[in-house]
C-alpha cells in the first residue's frame, strides 16, 4: 500500500492550492480515503474526508465552505481543493486511508507542506 501526496507549495492568504493523493495497492471501495494536516506545535487533525464507495464527504469546521475532497476513480486519485486560504490552514498535508470496517487510518503518506503568507 502507497500513498503519495504533491501539491503543496507556498501561496498568499486568499490564494488557492489542490493537493493530489496517489493511492495504490487498495480494493478502493473499501476504504475511506481522508486528509489532515498538523502545523508545527499542534497535533495532527483531521480535515476531511470521501469513501470511495459511495463519495460522501465529510469536513472540519474549520475548512467547510473552502475545501472541497473529491476523487477520480479511473486514476486512483483523491484531491483536496482549497480556496480562500489562511495563514493559519500552515502545515504539513497528510493523505490517509482507513478500512470502512475499522476506525484506524492505518495507511499515511508522507505528507506535503502548505505554507500561507499573510
Known amino acids: 500500500v502507497q500513498l503519495v501526496e504533491s501539491g503543496g507549495g507556498l501561496v498568499q492568504a486568499g490564494g488557492s492550492l489542490r493537493l493530489s493523493c496517489a493511492a495504490t495497492g487498495l480494493r478502493f471501495e473499501d476504504y475511506a480515503i481522508a486528509w489532515f494536516r498538523q502545523a508545527p506545535g499542534k497535533e ?3 480535515v476531511a474526508r470521501i469513501n470511495w464507495s459511495d463519495s460522501n464527504t465529510y469536513y472540519a ?3 467547510k465552505g473552502r475545501f472541497t475532497i ?3 476513480n479511473a486514476k486512483n486519485m483523491v484531491y483536496l481543493q482549497m480556496n480562500s486560504l489562511k495563514p ?3 502545515a504539513v498535508y497528510y ?3 482507513r478500512n470502512l470496517g475499522s476506525a484506524k487510518y492505518s495507511y499515511w503518506g508522507q ?3 502548505v ?3 499573510s
Open 44 to 46: 495532527r487533525e483531521f
Open 61 to 63: 469546521d474549520s475548512v
Open 70 to 72: 473529491s476523487r477520480d
Open 88 to 90: 493559519e490552514d500552515t
Open 95 to 97: 493523505c490517509a486511508a
Open 111 to 113: 505528507g506535503t507542506q
Open 115 to 117: 505554507t500561507v503568507s
